[in-house]
C-alpha cells in the first residue's frame, strides 16, 4: 500500500496535511482541500456539534472537558481560522463561556476569566494558549503567566509549586501553546527562551527516558496517541520539534529509531485514542492502521532525514 496516497483518499482534514507536508501539490491545490474541512469529515462534524452557547458537550462529562478537548481537535484539523463558519464557532464560545473560579466552564455572567485568559492549571492553559493563538486570540496575559511559572529545571508541572520538577506531560502542552502563540505574534525573545529551556528538558531525557536512571519514564511515552488530549508521547513530541523548525539533535534518535519500529506495512497503528472526552466519536479504534498517527510519522520522518548533517 502507497501510505501517502491512503492519505490523500481520506478526511479532507488530513488529505489537506498530507498534501502539503509530503507531496509537491501546488499551493492552490492544497487550499482547495483544506477549505473542504469546515463542511466535510472529522472538521464539518465537529462545527455541527457545537451547541448554541459555544460549548461541545457529552452526557457524562462537565461541561469544560469536551468543550476545550473537541476543540483542540478541531486545531488539529488545520482548518482556515478566517473561514465565517470558524469564525461563528469561535465567536459564540467566547460570548457565552467563561472559567469560573471553580476550574470549569460556566455560561455567562458567571464572574470569572474570559475562554482564551485560561484558568489555573498550566497544561489546561498551554492548550487555551494555543487555541487563542490559533484561530485569531492571542493572549499576551496568559502567555506571560506561563512564562513565570516555568520551573528550574526548564518544564512545566500542573502540581507546582508543591512539586518543585517538571512534567513531560504538561510541558509538551505548553510549548505547543507557546509556539502557536509566537507564530501568531512574530518572534519573542522572551517566549523563545522559555520554549528552548523547555525543548532542552526533553532532550536531556531523550524525549522519553529518566535523566536521574536512564530508564523510560513511562511506557505510554513510547506508545503513539491521537488525540493526545493532555498525554505525553514521543511523537506529539517530534511533531512539536518538527513545527518549530528545530534542526534534529542527536538526542532525539532513540525516539526516532522507537518510531521507525513502530511502522507496520509502511503505516502506524493507534496505540491509543484519548476520546473520552470529546464530543463525538472518531473513526480509528485502538490496534487499527491510524492515518492520524501516519500522517504525523511520515512528516516527522520527511524532516528528520531532511535535516540531519550527513554522516562525516
Known amino acids: 500500500m502507497d501510505p ?30 483544506r477549505a473542504r474541512i469546515p463542511r466535510e469529515g472529522l472538521g464539518g462534524a465537529i462545527l455541527a456539534h457545537q451547541a448554541s452557547d459555544g460549548s461541545w458537550r457529552r452526557n457524562d462529562a462537565p461541561v469544560w472537558l469536551p468543550t476545550l478537548f473537541t476543540f483542540l481537535l478541531l486545531r488539529s484539523t488545520g482548518i482556515d481560522p478566517a473561514d465565517p463558519a470558524v469564525e461563528s464557532a469561535i465567536a459564540r464560545l467566547e460570548t457565552g463561556l467563561r472559567w469560573s473560579n471553580h476550574g470549569c466552564w460556566e455560561l455567562r455572567p ?3 476569566n474570559s475562554f482564551f485568559l485560561g484558568e489555573v492549571e498550566p497544561c489546561i492553559n498551554g492548550g487555551v494558549l494555543a487555541l487563542g493563538a490559533y484561530f485569531g486570540r492571542p493572549n499576551e496575559t496568559l502567555a506571560r ?13 500542573c502540581e507546582a509549586p508543591k512539586s518543585t520538577r517538571s512534567s513531560f506531560h504538561t510541558t509538551i502542552c505548553v510549548l505547543e501553546g507557546l509556539l502557536e502563540y509566537e507564530l501568531a505574534v512574530g518572534t519573542a525573545p522572551e517566549i523563545a527562551a522559555a520554549r528552548h529551556r523547555a525543548e ?6 531523550h524525549l522519553f527516558r529518566r535523566r536521574s536512571t536512564g530508564e523510560a519514564a513511562s511506557s ?3 506508545e503513539l496517541a ?22 534534529p539533535d542527536p538526542r532525539m534518535s532513540e525516539a526516532i529509531d522507537v518510531l521507525i519500529s513502530r511502522q507496520v506495512d ?47
Do not use: C, K
Open 4 to 33: 501517502t496516497a491512503w492519505l490523500l483518499s481520506s478526511d479532507p482534514a488530513i488529505g489537506w496535511q498530507a498534501m502539503r507536508d509530503l507531496t509537491a501539490a501546488s499551493p492552490s491545490a492544497v487550499a482547495a482541500q
Open 110 to 112: 458567571n464572574p470569572g
Open 145 to 157: 503567566r506561563l512564562l513565570s511559572e516555568q520551573l528550574q529545571d526548564g518544564g512545566w508541572n
Open 200 to 205: 532542552e528538558y526533553l532532550l536531556q531525557r
Open 220 to 222: 505510554a511515552f513510547l
Open 226 to 247: 491521537f488525540p493526545p488530549r493532555y498525554h505525553y508521547d514521543i511523537l506529539r513530541a517530534l511533531d512539536y520539534f518538527r513545527a518549530a523548525g528545530a534542526r
Open 266 to 312: 509502511g503505516t502506524w497503528l493507534l496505540d491509543r485514542a484519548y476520546d473520552e472526552a470529546l464530543s463525538l466519536p472518531l473513526t480509528e479504534a485502538p490496534g487499527t492502521p491510524s492515518r492520524w498517527n501516519t500522517l504525523r510519522a511520515l512528516r516527522v520522518l520527511r524532516w528528520y532525514e531532511n535535516h540531519s548533517p550527513a554522516p562525516a
